[in-house]
């Protein structure tokens, strides 16, 4: 695997073992077991609360969102954030080049409900 995937599962396992036990029940055990089994032995994470002023690598907000989109998110969440994958995809393929990156404001939703999670139960 990759430097910079092992290095997001180290971010995402300290996120998660930041939040509240009753948020992260919802996560099954065998996914966060691939994440502790796939982290990065040597990486030093920082990762301290608010969580939105932390430098997250791209990678490990990606992972977050489909963590809260696949997981936390509410049933008509969940399949509204899919449907917009499913055309995100369809899309990228018609134009099959090179995309720019564009920071959806769906990352921003999710930073934002982590750090709801976060000052809620005052972390």
């Given at each position: 695997m990759e430097r910079v995937y092992?290095?997001?599962f180290s971010e995402v396992d300290e996120i998660l073992k930041l939040m509240p036990i009753d948020i992260s029940s919802k996560i099954p055990q065998n996914f966060?077991?691939?994440?502790?089994?796939?982290?990065?032995?040597?990486?030093?994470?920082?990762?301290?609360?608010?969580?939105?002023?932390?430098?997250?690598?791209?990678?490990?907000?990606?992972?977050?969102g489909l963590i809260y989109?696949?997981?936390?998110?509410?049933p008509e969440i969940r399949e509204k954030l899919q449907k917009?994958?499913?055309?995100?995809?369809?899309?990228?393929?018609?134009s099959n080049s090179l995309?720019?990156?564009?920071?959806?404001?769906?990352?921003?939703?999710?930073i934002n409900?982590?750090?709801g999670i976060f000052k809620k139960n005052k972390i």
């Open positions: 092992e290095e997001a966060r077991q691939v994440i502790s089994e796939n982290k990065a032995v040597n990486y030093k994470t920082n990762i301290q609360i608010p969580i939105k002023e932390q430098d997250l690598k791209p990678e490990t907000i990606t992972i977050l989109r696949d997981y936390l998110a509410s917009e994958d499913e055309e995100q995809l369809i899309e990228n393929e018609k995309v720019e990156y564009k920071e959806p404001s769906l990352f921003k939703k999710i409900f982590f750090k």
